[in-house]
């Protein structure tokens, strides 16, 4: 998970300039949308249009378009994944989203359909220490990471959430049900749409991780 701008500045005031910063006893996933869905070739793109896009370091991106235009024939090598990169895409041009969403803005929560953000209580269950998944007890380990223990299960769609071509792209993490601050974001493995008639989408034990590099 990338650390949003709010906690990473609450934690290393905290931890290092003595400042108070209360860990939260719940924390909810929210899910983010893309308009145009996965990059498509010899698209014809629009102003403001955003899009998934599978970088060359094998994660998702989001990407805006900041001039319209068709892509390119192949996307081959033409989006490495840099923070904020530019990308001319054919007859397009595309900036990487990481500043603005680790600032939480350029957010696009989908809604409506019975959609609320999915809760866990922050608690030794709930999430692994650093030893492995599954642990239950302080962390000892070496890897700087933690998994969810439990499923974590949203509400079962009764309308759409995405409407062709939006993709839901990215699972955000905050620090309350609606609004509140942003903690971290994680990219699908494979973005998809979200309809009515689906199942309740959840985010099965040990899929989602929070690490702190060491």
């Given at each position: 998970?990338?650390?949003?701008?709010?906690?990473a500045?609450?934690?290393?005031d905290?931890?290092?300039?003595?400042?108070?910063?209360?860990?939260?006893?719940?924390?909810?996933?929210?899910?983010?949308?893309?308009?145009?869905?996965?990059?498509?070739?010899?698209?014809?793109?629009?102003?403001?249009?955003?899009?998934?896009?599978?970088?060359?370091?094998?994660?998702?991106?989001?990407?805006?378009?900041?001039?319209?235009?068709?892509?390119?024939?192949?996307?081959?090598?033409?989006?490495?994944?840099?923070?904020?990169?530019?990308?001319?895409?054919?007859?397009?041009?595309?900036?990487?989203?990481?500043?603005?969403l680790?600032?939480?803005?350029?957010?696009?929560?989908?809604?409506?359909?019975?959609?609320?953000?999915?809760?866990?209580?922050?608690?030794?269950?709930?999430?692994?220490?650093?030893?492995?998944?599954?642990?239950?007890?302080?962390?000892?380990?070496?890897?700087?990471?933690?998994?969810?223990?439990?499923?974590?299960?949203?509400?079962?769609?009764?309308?759409?959430?995405?409407?062709?071509?939006?993709?839901?792209?990215?699972?955000?993490?905050?620090?309350?049900?609606?609004?509140?601050?942003?903690?971290?974001?994680?990219?699908?493995?494979?973005?998809?749409?979200?309809?009515?008639?689906?199942?309740?989408?959840?985010?099965q034990?040990?899929?989602?991780?929070?690490?702190?590099?060491?």
């Open positions: 998970m990338n650390l949003s701008n709010y906690l500045n609450g934690l290393l905290h931890w290092l300039r003595n400042t108070p910063w209360t860990a939260p006893g719940t924390v909810y996933f929210a899910l983010l949308k893309c308009t145009k869905g996965r990059r498509s070739s010899s698209y014809s793109y629009s102003l403001n249009d955003t899009i998934a896009v599978k970088a060359n370091d094998n994660i998702y991106h989001l990407y805006k378009c900041t001039n319209g235009g068709t892509s390119a024939s192949s996307q081959g090598t033409l989006y490495p994944g840099a923070k904020d990169e530019v990308i001319t895409d054919g007859g397009a041009t595309f900036v990487e989203q990481s500043s603005n680790k600032a939480n803005t350029s957010m696009n929560e989908v809604s409506g359909g019975s959609y609320a953000r999915a809760s866990l209580a922050c608690s030794l269950n709930n999430f692994s220490g650093t030893q492995g998944l599954g642990s239950t007890v302080a962390s000892s380990g070496t890897s700087g990471t933690t998994y969810n223990n439990v499923v974590i299960t949203f509400p079962v769609p009764t309308a759409d959430w995405t409407t062709s071509p939006e993709t839901v792209w990215c699972v955000a993490l905050y620090d309350a049900s609606t609004s509140g601050n942003l903690l971290g974001l994680q990219p699908l493995v494979s973005p998809k749409g979200i309809i009515n008639g689906d199942p309740a989408q959840t985010i034990a040990g899929s989602w991780s929070f690490q702190i590099d060491q």
